[in-house]
């Protein structure tokens, strides 16, 4: 395989009906639900940053079982009486114990932070995908992971993946010293913080900051970041300017700040 090939995988969409099994707090603002059922037969997420898109039942239905649309090329956008799908991280599938955790930043207003606030052992949601995988080799000699909370589940998956040999930085923005995370790794790994403090998640001052002090490494380096996709923009445009490969540059805009919350 040639050197840093970025492979592209496509996956046939199928949509399951999955029931919590564990509800557990990672920290104050990140909850970890642990998904089960049968439906989660044949669940494949090769890669660190693959989503499903998730439906969450109406208030007052979530322990009735949804009704499934059918599986196919396109992922539907809407499921009778339930909420508009959200994109969440398999953080980690166990296929033996039929078990899927997705880890909720609980951010206030909005059908998945709140189905997730009020998540309860036997309620409901729908899942489809992973769509497609974006697999990045492990043959790096440096990796760079930038976000906030929203990040952490891909960010925590990659760093469990990564070889020995490997060598990775996080710089992660989060409210405070309570929402970091051990995200444990064979790799070496040198983890930064920012706290944002009381400043809304969606200011990403802080972060931008401590990614102008970075020196970046010598060698190849594949670099991702995920987060409000303002900050997200802004992160891209200053790895550009430095002259840094964009083909190794990932950035993705994992969620967008409403103008109404401008205000
Ligand atoms: C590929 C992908 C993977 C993702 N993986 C994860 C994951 O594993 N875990 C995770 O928690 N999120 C993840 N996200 C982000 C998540 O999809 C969004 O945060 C989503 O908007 C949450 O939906 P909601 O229904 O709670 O709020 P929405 O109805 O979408 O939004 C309601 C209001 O909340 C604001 N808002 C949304 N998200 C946040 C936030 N994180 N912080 C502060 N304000 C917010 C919006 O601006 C809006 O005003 C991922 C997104 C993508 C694209």
Redesign the pocket.
Known sequence: MPLHEIRKVRHEIVMRALQVRAVHDVTPR?RRITLTGADLEGFHSPAA???VKLF?PAPGTAGTRPVLAQSGEKAPKHLEGM??G??????RHDAQAHELD???????????????AHAALGHWLVAGGPKGSRIVPDDFDNYIFIG???????IGRRLGELPPQARALTLVQVADAGEHQPLPSRASVERLWVHRGNA???DGSGLLQALRRLCLPDGDTFIWG???SRVMRAVRKYLEEAGHNEDWIKT???????E??ED
């Open positions: 990140m940053d693959d989503h969450f909420s508009k959200r994109d969440y991280t398999p953080r997705i880890d909720f930043v609980l951010h206030g207003d909005g059908p998945a932070s709140t189905w997730a906030d909370e929203t990040a952490l589940p891909s809304p998640a969606s995920a987060g409000e993705s805009g994992y969620w967008k700040l409403h109404e919350d």
